[in-house]
């Protein structure tokens, strides 16, 4: 259920010229909008009005999320409807919740990664999360069981 | 901490930090001051009836909520609004019931719609009003919940409580019901995601199968979807059904896969909306889980997902004590009569004007009147800040059910919960449904 931005989506919407204001060349550049390192305002050309069609469609696509720099997860809160499904497929919620036999939420007090706060996810301890620990495998559990691609990992 | 009221905490001074934020209350985010904190809340913004919602109020304003849907938080916004409700030419509770009752008497019969979004209590009394008027009252799923019931009693109805399905189910189906728009937590509380006694790995354990008249946002989580229009669905329902016999696909290239997953379950939940379903097709479901059951090799629970009126099942069991059936009665033979046809068409032949209390906030609980219904004088009970959809002539603001008040609420599969009070200053003394209703049939006695 991740968005599915791929780096040659945003590609298309740079100028191509490979003009290195930024540093980089523009497939470069993409890569580091796809993971959200830079933003479409730090492409000199970009901020021109000959691509504010273009700089309009790559906001669009990489939305107003902000990445969360010890996980890389980014939560778009217009699509989370606070179901709670990535809370439930979390593995530290798995092992930490008392009550995940009866499909409770979390209480206040338990050692969680992910939380529903007000209808929307948010990270609750991020330094337990597996993305948060360089030896362990990538997990996507979260992300890819976004019903409203709500979440992504970057 | 110190004890409150009623083991409510009220934490002096947490602390932490002062973030400058503004939640969807419209009021900071800080833990900072004097708070009170309810936990294990029950939130009765829909059927599921989340039991472990955590509230934090400031100032008796609920400033941070835990474990609550979008659904749930749209219905506390109702009483955080600055302008609860929109001016009404009748501003005392007194003149909103006469004029009311005016309505009632001079152009009767009175249909009551609605009282499924009610507590116990409310859904008692508006009966006893709606007898008293000799009117009719009727859930808003009137028309599925008639014939589901009505197939219930025919064929015999294997349910469950959620918990076992949690525990057990092995194939979970959604019948042209879609939990991610109506009950949005249903699905990691107890249908999907829940990690059973017998199914720990919770969806590894399961394969989801939907089944809709379009496409749907649970199809991406589905294992198969089958889009069936209504003329198709007796039929791909008996295909299903006779599983082993079945020869054509009708179409659907997915349908031997689905078949071999049923015949390896031991435990098949199927959640259904009546009101979507054909008649046949309802029919066809229950003479399905029948012989399923019957067999005694697996087990097939079918589980009606009301989408309108969080306590719709406690509107049944309070029917179903009081006169009989589950849908409702007409107090006058005519009224009973176009009660037995199951449509809003027969009533609305009958009946002059409608007593309507509202379903919930803007979004996929709020419910509008049938069009057969809209040119009759409305009378509604409304605790939401949004205006009614319809043209009202009278609008009563009524207190919270669950959160200003407290209340018995039946959950999807019937079991009872209590919805607490939670103590906030944004009340403004709004009465219960209850009371109102219990004046008007005080005026009426009268």
């Not at chain 2, 009021?27 to 009170?36: C, E, I, K, M, V």
């Not at chain 2, 936990?39 to 400033?63: F, K, Q």
């Not at chain 2, 649970?218 to 059904?241: S, W």
């Amino acid at each position: 259920m991740a968005r599915r931005t791929s780096i040659y989506e945003l590609y298309e919407y740079l100028p191509k010229t490979n003009c290195g204001q930024c540093g980089l060349s523009c497939m470069g550049f993409a890569g580091y909008l796809l993971s959200r390192d830079v933003r479409p305002e730090d492409c000199p050309p970009l901020c021109t009005d000959a691509f504010e069609e273009a700089r309009q469609q790559l906001g669009a696509l990489l939305g107003d999320g902000v990445k969360d720099p010890l996980t890389g997860l980014i939560v778009d809160a217009d699509r989370c409807i606070g179901c709670g499904i990535c809370v439930s497929v979390c593995p530290v919620h798995a092992a930490n919740n008392r009550e995940v036999s009866l499909g409770k939420g979390p209480r206040a007090d338990d050692t969680v990664v992910l939380r529903i706060v007000d209808g929307c996810v948010q990270l609750s301890s991020r330094e337990l999360c597996n993305r948060a620990i360089p030896s362990a495998p990538p997990c996507k559990a979260c992300a890819d069981n976004c019903p409203t691609d709500a979440m992504e990992l970057v | 901490m110190r004890e409150g009221a009623e083991g409510v905490k009220v934490r002096p001074d947490v602390g932490g930090q002062h973030t400058g934020k503004t939640g969807p209350y419209g009021l900071r985010n800080a833990l900072a001051g004097s708070q009170t904190e309810y936990h294990s809340h029950v939130c009765a913004g829909c059927s599921c009836l989340c039991d472990d919602i955590s509230l934090y109020l400031e100032g008796g304003r609920i400033v941070r909520s835990l474990n609550l849907c979008r659904i749930g938080v749209t219905r506390l916004l109702t009483i955080t609004a600055e302008k609860r409700l929109p001016e009404t030419p009748f501003p005392s509770l007194r003149e909103s019931v006469r004029r009311a009752l005016d309505i009632f008497t001079e152009r009767g019969p009175v249909v009551c719609i609605g009282a499924d979004s009610l507590d116990q209590a409310g859904i008692v009394a508006s009966a006893e009003l709606a007898r008293s008027l000799r009117g009719v009252w009727v859930p808003w799923a009137f028309e599925g919940m008639s014939r589901f019931f009505e197939h219930a009693v025919r064929c015999g109805w294997a349910t469950a409580l959620l918990d076992e399905i949690r525990d057990r189910a092995d194939i979970v189906v959604f019948w042209c019901v879609d939990p991610l728009v109506t009950h949005h937590r249903h699905l990691s509380r107890y249908s999907v995601f829940a990690r059973g006694r017998f199914t720990e790995r919770g969806a590894a354990d399961r394969i989801v199968i939907g089944v809709g008249r379009d496409r749907t946002p649970i199809e991406p989580l589905c294992g198969y979807f089958f889009v069936v229009g209504p003329e198709k669905e007796a039929d791909f329902i008996g295909a299903v059904a006779a599983s082993t016999g079945a020869r054509d696909t009708l179409g659907y290239k997915d349908l031997p896969m689905l078949l071999r997953a049923l015949d390896r379950a031991t435990y098949i939940a199927v959640f259904v909306d009546p009101e979507r379903l054909t008649d046949a097709g309802l029919a066809a479901l229950f003479e399905w889980s029948l012989s399923i059951n019957r067999r005694g090799e697996k087990r097939m629970i079918l589980f009606p997902l009301w989408t309108a009126g969080a306590n719709a099942v406690g509107f049944a069991q309070a029917s179903v004590d009081m006169f009989g059936t589950a849908w409702g009665r007409g107090f006058s033979e005519d009224l009973e009569a176009a009660l037995r046809k199951r449509t809003w068409e027969a009533l609305a032949d009958q009946v002059g004007c409608v007593l309507m209390i509202e379903s919930g906030p803007a979004g996929p609980t709020r419910r509008s009147l049938p069009d057969c219904l809209e040119d009759k004088p409305v009378v509604v009970l409304t605790p939401f800040k949004e205006p009614p959809v319809c043209r009202a002539c009278v609008v009563i603001p009524t207190a919270l059910p669950g959160v200003e008040t407290e209340g018995m609420f039946f959950r999807a599969d019937g079991l009872p919960l209590h919805a607490g009070r939670v103590e906030c200053c944004t009340g403004k003394g709004y009465p219960r449904s209850e009371d109102v209703l219990d004046q008007m049939l005080l005026e009426v006695a009268l």
